[in-house]
């Protein structure tokens, strides 16, 4: 009866084992899939702007806000 559970747990072990040597490969070839994709076909990025702040309003929306924000209390 214990070399049956033994038996049944190495079984069990191999095989849970075996699943993440594989998966472990399979993941490993995507990476490599997708890097040598991106080389190929390379996303295009998107020039952002500088925004100006203007302090004038800016100052005018602080005063406003915090004026609304004491009127609520």
């Known amino acids: ?9 190495g079984t ?3 095989t849970v084992f ?10 490993s070839v995507m990476g490599n ?8 076909f390379p996303e295009k990025v998107q020039q ?3 925004v ?4 004038a309003n800016s100052d005018v929306e602080l005063a406003i ?3 609304a924000a004491k009127y609520r209390k």
């Open 33 to 40: 899939v997708i890097a040598y994709l991106n080389k190929i």
């Open 1 to 9: 009866m214990l070399t049956e559970g033994l038996t049944l747990m």
């Open 52 to 55: 100006t702040a203007k302090t």
């Open 18 to 27: 075996s699943f993440l040597v594989i998966l472990w490969l399979a993941v």
């Open 48 to 50: 952002t702007t500088a």
């Open 12 to 14: 069990g072990m191999g």
């Open 65 to 67: 806000a915090i004026a």
